[in-house]
């Protein structure tokens, strides 16, 4: 049986060796947005979202997680960036695991800077060089409950972490905070021994339970259950879907939002698809290499035509011709044609959009088409 394919993106809450350990996954740095949009489009049974980006670049969407749903995968998170969407789209379908999600979930905890935190580079092995605040809250009750910790001198704790910028969280910088607000020395001290074997790491603890989730679900096999939901394509979605399958093409923002509105109007974009085409198969003709064509690919193509005009058998097949003064010869060449249009389109689609876009200039229409996207909601 072909192993069950996982998508889990992750970077400083879990070494990758421990990952390995208890998931055979497809480990992806943090996630960025457009990167789980990209992930669902190979079809994986399930996506594991721990960490992702937030300040340094736009955060994995909502939109994605919902797309990856109606798709049918499995989507879970927990621990940092996956615990808050989780929290925010279980309600449609994505699974939270761990404490932190839970905490989101239920009002506990409701700014994102609890979870951030700033880490080293991928060559470090994301290495993490803030406390994030949920692990010391985390570590707090834990000494508390080991009667390390007053509860007074816990609350001194938190209130100084919180006043940092996460950049700048740890324990050392919240104790410092903590020693100004009245803490006592001898308190603080007691803390700093306890600490080396003490110290709690939550998002590690809950990156582990959603990869042995995983793993899980995996064996188990069971499919994701239908969506509860409508997804609505957008003019957005589409231009992210753009941006996510083609970064580096070099189209400029307003051809992608050009190309995103002509999305949403099937009609006019056949039209303007089949000038494109027709250029493009007579560009690939004078340069002597027309894109040949398969039985499977001419047979495709006859049951399309076959559907689309309803015709149910060979009888039906040939009244339509006669009634249309067409012969069997001119079906066939019609078929080869937009077989090798088809092939075309689906070979080079960076190459059909930009002879979508060259029709719509030429033909004095990318105006109209650019204030039509900028219209759209």
């Not at 394919?5 to 970077?11: A, E, I, P, S, T």
């Not at 076959?306 to 066939?332: K, M």
């Not at 070979?347 to 959009?353: A, E, I, K, V």
Request: hydrophobic fraction near 50%; charge should be negative; charged fraction near 20%.
């Amino acid at each position: 049986m072909t192993p069950r394919r996982c998508v889990v993106f992750l970077g400083p809450t879990l070494p990758l060796e421990r990952a390995r350990a208890l998931l055979a996954a497809d480990f992806r740095p943090p996630a960025a947005q457009g990167d789980l949009y990209r992930a669902a489009l190979s079809r994986p049974f399930a996506i594991g979202l721990i960490d992702g980006v937030f300040h340094a670049q736009p955060s994995v969407w909502h939109k994605e997680i919902l797309w990856a749903l109606s798709e049918g995968i499995h989507v879970l998170g927990a621990s940092s960036m996956g615990a808050l969407r989780a929290a925010e789209t279980d309600a449609f379908g994505m699974v939270g695991v761990g404490r932190i999600y839970e905490a989101y979930r239920d009002g506990v905890l409701d700014n994102d800077d609890e979870v951030a935190l700033i880490h080293g580079p991928a060559e470090s092995g994301w290495l993490a060089l803030s406390e994030p605040l949920v692990n010391l809250r985390a570590t707090l009750d834990a000494a508390q409950a080991a009667g390390v910790l007053a509860a007074a001198d816990a609350h001194r704790l938190l209130a100084a972490a919180q006043r940092l910028h996460y950049p700048a969280r740890s324990f050392d910088a919240a104790l410092v905070g903590a020693l100004e607000q009245g803490m006592a020395a001898a308190a603080a001290d007691a803390m700093r021994a306890w600490l080396p074997s003490g110290r709690v790491d939550q998002k590690a603890t809950d990156a582990e339970q959603l990869l042995q989730a995983l793993a899980r679900l995996t064996a188990q096999g069971t499919p994701a259950p239908p969506p509860a939901f409508h997804f609505e394509p957008t003019l957005y979605w589409a231009v992210l879907q753009a941006g996510a399958v083609a970064e580096a093409d070099g189209r400029s923002d307003e051809d992608r939002c050009v190309l995103a509105a002509l999305a949403q109007d099937p009609a006019a974009a056949a039209a303007v698809q089949a000038a494109a085409l027709a250029r493009m198969l007579a560009d690939t003709g004078q340069r002597g290499e027309p894109p040949g064509v398969e039985a499977a690919e001419l047979l495709a193509q006859s049951q399309a035509f076959c559907a689309r005009h309803g015709l149910g058998d060979e009888a039906a097949v040939g009244r339509w011709l006669a009634e249309h003064h067409a012969s069997r010869d001119d079906l066939l060449r019609w078929l080869t044609t937009q077989a090798r249009a088809a092939r075309l389109a689906a070979g080079r689609p960076d190459r059909l959009d930009q002879a979508l876009l060259d029709e719509l200039k030429a033909g004095g229409q990318y105006r109209a088409w650019l204030a039509r996207a900028a219209g759209i909601r």
